[in-house]
């Protein structure tokens, strides 16, 4: 069986201001994970995707998430945020069956 | 350009009626997905197919239809059962089988309503 919670529904940043989205998942299998990005009224565009290679993956538009299975974490980052990086992230873990997604977190950018 | 085509963008069901979302892909992928976004939900999974006249049930199927007669189509069916049908609907494909490590490419979705 997998699962993914996204532990954050909301984060705030600033513009210019690092981000960090969190994400832990589960699964029985070795998992493959990614993360999505969702502008409003749209669908999913992928962001990037940790397939048991290396453990940084980096992703379009400057972001980048880190597989630490001892944690069992695949959090997102940016180093610098940017007013088009507001939108709404999924995480997902696959490898097992179909794809399990996550609730979502909602990244608001102020300038 | 290859892509995912939904159509409506925009749907509005009257009670009793069943409606059928569209979706089209020109990537040559194998598998096709159906989900139902309802907000802070995340993504369900409605039906899936992995080859032409073959679906599976995902997790919340009661309701809907499904059919793959082409590859690069796959219609959803929102029935009158449905008690619940308001919510935005992603068509997504793959090539590989759903459980690979390949990633899903979604289209724009339809906004379904209740008049």
């Known amino acids: 069986a997998q699962s993914v919670t996204q532990l954050d529904s909301h984060v705030s940043v600033s513009e210019g201001t690092p981000v960090l989205l969190r994400c832990n998942y589960s699964?029985?299998?070795?998992?493959?994970l990614f993360w999505y990005v969702q502008h409003p009224n749209k669908g999913l565009q992928l962001l990037l995707k940790?397939?048991?290679?290396?453990?940084l993956v980096k992703g379009i538009n400057g972001f980048e998430a880190e597989f630490k299975k001892s944690e069992t974490s695949f959090h997102l980052t940016k180093p610098s945020a940017h007013m088009s990086d507001a939108a709404e992230y999924f995480c997902v873990v696959g490898g097992y069956s179909t794809l399990t997604f996550g609730k979502g977190t909602m990244l608001l950018v102020s300038p | 350009d290859g892509g995912i085509t939904q159509s409506p963008k925009y749907l509005f069901r009257k009670e009793g009626q069943n409606v059928t979302l569209s979706c089209e892909q020109n990537?040559?992928?194998?598998?096709m997905y159906w989900y139902r976004q309802d907000p802070g939900q995340g993504l369900r999974l409605i039906y899936y197919?992995?080859?032409?006249?073959?679906?599976q049930k995902g997790d919340i199927a009661e309701g809907y239809s499904v059919s793959r007669e082409k590859k690069e189509s796959f219609p959803l069916t929102v029935t009158s059962a449905q008690k619940n049908p308001t919510a935005f609907y992603l068509c997504a494909s793959s090539s590989g089988q759903p459980n690979s490590n390949q990633p899903q490419h979604f289209g724009d979705g339809t906004r379904l309503s209740i008049l």
């Open positions: 699964s029985s299998y070795s998992p493959s």
């Open positions: 990537l040559n992928h194998d598998a």
């Open positions: 940790y397939t048991s290679a290396a453990t």
């Open positions: 197919s992995q080859i032409v006249n073959d679906f």
